[in-house]
């Protein structure tokens, strides 16, 4: 089973298109589907789970289509931040906050506040995530720290987001592009990729329980033999 299972949940557009609809149900569809992730990877005992909701590049997409995501971000935290909890869920954000309006701080603040004690899933939204950025931010940081010159991997990684969060063993990406689009560029070194045809609003338990059947299959050498 991997410890940490990381997902860019690609294809919400597409699934929108195919139906005739805005872009924004996509997204409500690829919510819905991420809630249905979240659960599973809690009920089978996965430790970490990141998901990509945001990236520092989509910015460039419409007002609408982007007030829509954050929108929905805020339904989200209304209606499952209680489900989440009860679970024993812990979230937390990685990304750049400074863009973010009121509300949708407000909401990230309280399901943070209210999930940090709990030993469940650790769920890791990456919203306004962009890796480079990521990378950059932690080389300024330790450019202003004394005896930078003596920092190794693993004290460089506790400067990203990602804190002392475990590398992804597995990395998913749906939607039937094959492309890390600047996530986790550090993180990832030996992660093992699986990529799905099927679009993330239609992105099911099943689904993930076959990736993690491919990954289980999987030789990790790490560069050895
Ligand atoms: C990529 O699909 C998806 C996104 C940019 C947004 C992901 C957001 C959600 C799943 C909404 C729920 C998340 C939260 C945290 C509330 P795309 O639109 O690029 O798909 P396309 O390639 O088919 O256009």
């Not at 919203?127 to 940081?141: C, H, V, W």
Request: aromatic share 10%; with cysteine.
């Amino acid at each position: 089973m991997p410890g940490h299972i990381a997902v860019i949940m690609d294809g919400n557009g597409r699934w929108a298109e195919q139906r005739g609809l805005p872009k924004y149900k996509g997204h409500e569809a690829g919510m819905d589907a991420m809630i249905e992730i979240v659960r599973h990877a809690s009920d089978i005992g996965v430790k970490h789970l990141t998901v990509y909701a945001f990236s520092t590049e989509n910015w460039k997409r419409s007002m609408e289509e982007v007030s829509g995501i954050f929108q929905l971000l805020i339904v989200y935290v209304n209606r499952e931040l209680g489900e989440l909890h009860r679970n024993g869920v812990c979230v937390d954000v990685l990304g750049d906050w400074t863009p973010f309006s009121k509300p949708v701080t407000a909401a990230l603040n309280r399901t943070i506040e209210l999930t940090k004690d709990n030993t469940g899933l650790r769920f890791h939204i990456a919203l306004n995530y962009g890796s480079r950025a990521e990378i950059l931010t932690a080389a300024k940081k330790l450019a202003e720290t004394e005896g930078f010159q003596d920092i190794d991997e693993a004290g460089f990684a506790k400067l990203l987001y990602t804190g002392d969060t475990p590398d992804p063993d597995l990395l998913i990406r749906p939607g039937g592009e094959q492309r890390i689009s600047n996530f986790l560029l550090w993180q990832t070194a030996y992660s093992e990729l699986v990529f799905s045809e099927v679009l993330w609003p239609d992105y099911t338990p099943q689904e993930l329980d076959k990736a993690i059947g491919a990954f289980a299959a999987r030789k990790r050498r790490y560069g050895g033999r």
